[in-house]
């Protein structure tokens, strides 16, 4: 009697505590994500993201929006095509909300549009039983060949850039300093040819920068995550090149995307116009600001006036993509703080 006495009030004590960090661990995550969301929102013209909207007319709207959805479709094609193709019967419009979540927590977080990324792999270990080194290697492969695709549009974008005038408005020096960059963007071709071949270059620079620490769970699952992204580039060739594939299909959905929005604030501009100013923007995004606030209004006004159009027109264009993401983000922010249940 005595005995299930001291039990019973010691097993409320636990279910207690269980419950209050429970609750605290909720209330932390919904903070986080409400900050992340205010920090963005705090700097940013909303009224004259509206007064730019009230230009467009209705189909126009549901143009841009179709597109919108068009590259998001895409983006998670990407993934869920290296998904599928070890992990058979993930649904699609599943991973959709996943790839909402994971894009709000990149873009309103300082960086170049990363971030997020440990969310997909919790997403899929905890609603699908992915091994958690087997979900990272699905997240490896489909962060190389995202910037695979962003390489690519790089180099198109630069050499339009040069062909249209808009490097060289400035100085040669401001060519010289985009090529340190482009040598750190050509680093995911080299990364997957190296997979390919049975190289890992990830875990070398792992044990290379921590030889002298304990081995520690991350540094084994990095290296496990590596091989396995290795084995998936040579097992799966065909299901690579279709979700590089797909990732190239969201970049040409962005130019069209960027080019309506141009035209639509009557900008009539070239395809090589456009690939140039849509690269201006990525340099913008590549910036450590959250959303490359700022950096991508700077961009967008450089470009229109060195076109010949009035710096209205690059704001115009700025305050329509920054509306789509922040559409995008805050949704995403919204999907992820209802998607995280804490067990």
Do not use: C
């Amino acid at each position: 009697m005595n005995l299930r006495s001291e039990i019973f009030p010691t097993e409320i004590r636990r279910t207690r505590r269980e419950n209050f960090f429970r609750v605290f661990r909720v209330f932390v995550i919904y903070a986080i994500l409400a900050l992340l969301l205010w920090w963005a929102l705090r700097t940013v013209p909303l009224i004259d993201i509206w007064e730019a909207l009230r230009q467009l007319k209705l189909w126009q709207i549901g143009t841009l929006l179709g597109l919108n959805i068009l590259v998001l479709a895409a983006m998670t094609a990407r993934w869920w095509t290296i998904l599928n193709a070890e992990n058979p019967g993930i649904p699609f419009l599943k991973l959709v909300r996943y790839r909402l979540a994971v894009f709000g927590l990149s873009y309103f977080t300082p960086g170049p549009q990363v971030g997020g990324e440990p969310l997909q792999v919790i997403y899929l270990r905890r609603d699908y039983g992915v091994s958690f080194a087997r979900a990272t290697a699905a997240v490896i492969m489909d962060k190389l060949l995202e910037f695979l695709a962003n390489f690519i549009l790089l180099a198109v974008g630069l050499t339009a850039a040069v062909r249209v005038g808009l490097i060289t408005r400035g100085s040669t020096q401001a060519i010289g300093s985009l090529i340190p960059l482009a040598a750190i963007l050509l680093w995911p071709l080299i990364h997957l040819v190296s997979l390919y071949r049975g190289k890992y270059p990830l875990s070398a620079l792992v044990r290379a920068a921590f030889s002298s620490a304990k081995k520690q769970k991350w540094m084994r699952l990095v290296v496990v995550s590596e091989r396995m992204a290795g084995s998936f580039t040579r097992r799966h060739p065909r299901a690579l090149l279709a979700a590089l594939g797909f990732s190239l299909l969201a970049w040409a959905g962005m130019a069209a995307e960027y080019f309506m929005m141009a035209g639509f604030l009557q900008a009539q501009l070239t395809g090589e116009q456009t690939l140039a100013a849509l690269t201006a923007a990525l340099f913008a995004f590549l910036m450590p600001l959250p959303g490359g606030l700022g950096a991508l209004e700077a961009s967008q006004v450089y470009v229109m006036t060195a076109f010949g159009h009035t710096a209205a027109i690059g704001i115009g264009i700025s305050l329509l993509m920054r509306a789509r993401d922040i559409l995008n983000g805050g949704l995403g922010l919204l999907l992820a703080s209802r998607g995280i249940r804490v067990q």
